[in-house]
Nanobody
Framework: QVQLVESGGGLVQSGGSLRLSCAAS????????MGWYRQAPGNERELVATCSKGGSTDYADSGKGRFTISRDNAKNTVYLQMNSLKPDDTAVYYC???????????????WGQGTQVTVSS
């Protein structure tokens, strides 16, 4: 019923910028929290940033001051603007959404397939 599709990853040099997008599609009533996570080889998946439906944001320390999460509710899309990228930011970035299926339905989390971000030194 719900699909999350990430885009915008790629190869960038240290100090560069990327803008990731995650678009939700399917049949659902609303999306509550949306967030970005990342996972580097050999590491656990970790939170990068999250954004509520009303626009309240939280950031992991790793991205504070460099990353900005935002969302467009009309487009069911969440973005992650990443500036001053470092090689340590290299990872697969995953979109996550807390989705309410029906007007009285419960919520569940959905994951996108991920988009690769590679930062060269």
């Amino acid at each position: 019923q719900v699909q999350l599709v990430e885009s915008g990853g790629g190869l960038v040099q240290s100090g560069g910028s990327l803008r990731l997008s995650c678009a939700a599609s399917g049949s659902f009533f609303s999306i509550n929290h949306m967030g970005w996570y990342r996972q580097a080889p050999g590491n656990e998946r970790e939170l990068v940033a999250t954004c509520s439906k009303g626009g309240s944001t939280d950031y992991a320390d790793s991205g504070k001051g460099r990353f900005t999460i935002s969302r467009d509710n009309a487009k069911n899309t969440v973005y992650l603007q990443m500036n001053s990228l470092k090689p340590d930011d290299t990872a697969v970035y995953y979109c996550n959404g807390e989705v309410q299926i029906g007007i009285y339905g419960n919520t569940r989390r959905y994951w996108g397939q991920g988009t690769q971000v590679t930062v060269s030194s």
